[in-house]
C-alpha cells in the first residue's frame, strides 16, 4: 500500500491509497486522473445529484401481514433530497430515523437508515397524499426482492383468510349477562351459597346458579382459545 498525490478529473489535487500490484496502481491513477473527482468535489457532486432527485417518497410490500385484519403491510420511507425536509416527514407522523426496510435491502450487510415507517395497505393512499403535500414524488419498489416479498405476503394472506373462516367457524364463548360489558379479572371468588365477583372494581354477589354459567363460559373460553392457536399453528 502507498499514498499517491493525484491531480483529479475536476483539478484539484488530492490524495489516495492504493493497494496491488504496480501495473494496477498504474492503471487507477489514469482513471482517477480521467473521471476521478476530489473529495470536496465529490461530496458537492452527491449533493447535486441529490437536489435533482428531489424528495422522494417510496413503498414497499412486507412479506408479512396484519394479523389483526389480515391487510397487507406496506413499508414506506423517503430517499432523495430529505435533509431540508426533516422537519416537515417528522409532521406527517410515525415517521422514524430506522433501518431501511426496502426490499433491496434484504441482504445488505450495511446499515442504511431511512425516515420509514410500516402501514396498511389500506392506508397507504393516504400516506401518499400527505407526502405528496410536502412535495415529495411517488416510486414504488420493482424488482426480485420486492416480488419476493409481494409473493410472501399473498401466501400469508392466503393463510390468514383461510385461518379465519375455519375460526369463524368456531362458535364463540357467550359472554353471560352478569359480566357483560364491565371491566371484569376473569375470577370468581367465595364459595356455594355466598359466590362474589368484582365488576368494575366492585364486589358483586353472585348466585350458584350465575356461578356455574360464569365457571362454564371460561371453559368454553379457554376450549375456545386452544382450537383458534391449533389452526394458526397449522
Ligand atoms: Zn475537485
Known amino acids: 500500500m502507498a499514498k499517491y498525490t493525484i491531480t483529479m478529473s475536476c483539478g484539484h489535487t488530492d490524495t489516495v491509497e492504493l ?8 492503471r487507477k491513477i489514469e482513471y482517477f486522473e480521467e473521471q476521478g473527482l476530489c473529495k470536496e468535489c465529490y461530496k458537492k457532486e452527491m449533493q447535486a445529484q441529490v437536489e435533482k432527485e428531489g424528495l422522494v417518497f417510496n413503498a414497499s410490500v412486507l412479506p408479512s401481514i396484519s394479523e389483526s385484519d389480515g391487510d397487507f403491510l406496506i413499508y414506506v420511507w ?5 435533509m431540508p425536509h426533516k422537519e416537515e416527514i417528522k409532521a406527517l407522523g ?3 430515523w430506522e433501518e431501511c426496510q426496502a426490499a433491496s435491502n434484504l441482504l445488505s450487510l450495511k446499515y442504511e437508515p431511512c425516515w420509514g415507517k410500516t402501514v396498511k395497505f389500506q392506508n397507504l393512499k393516504e400516506e401518499i397524499e400527505k407526502a405528496k403535500s410536502i412535495g415529495a414524488k411517488e416510486k414504488f419498489e420493482k424488482g426480485l426482492f420486492a416480488s419476493a416479498n409481494y409473493e410472501m405476503a399473498l401466501k400469508n394472506k392466503e393463510k390468514w383468510q383461510a385461518n379465519k373462516e375455519q375460526i369463524d367457524a368456531i362458535p364463540k364463548p357467550i359472554t353471560p349477562e352478569i359480566v357483560k360489558d364491565h371491566y371484569w379479572n376473569g375470577r370468581i371468588y367465595g364459595k356455594s351459597g355466598n359466590y362474589c365477583v368484582y365488576l368494575d372494581n366492585k364486589k358483586t354477589p353472585i348466585t350458584d346458579e350465575q356461578e356455574k354459567e360464569i365457571t362454564a363460559y371460561l371453559t368454553a373460553k379457554e376450549e375456545y382459545a386452544k382450537k383458534v392457536d391449533e389452526i394458526k399453528k397449522a
Do not use: A, L
Open 94 to 96: 410515525g415517521y422514524k
Open 19 to 26: 493497494f496491488g500490484r504496480e501495473k494496477d496502481r498504474q
Open 78 to 82: 423517503f430517499s432523495g433530497n430529505t
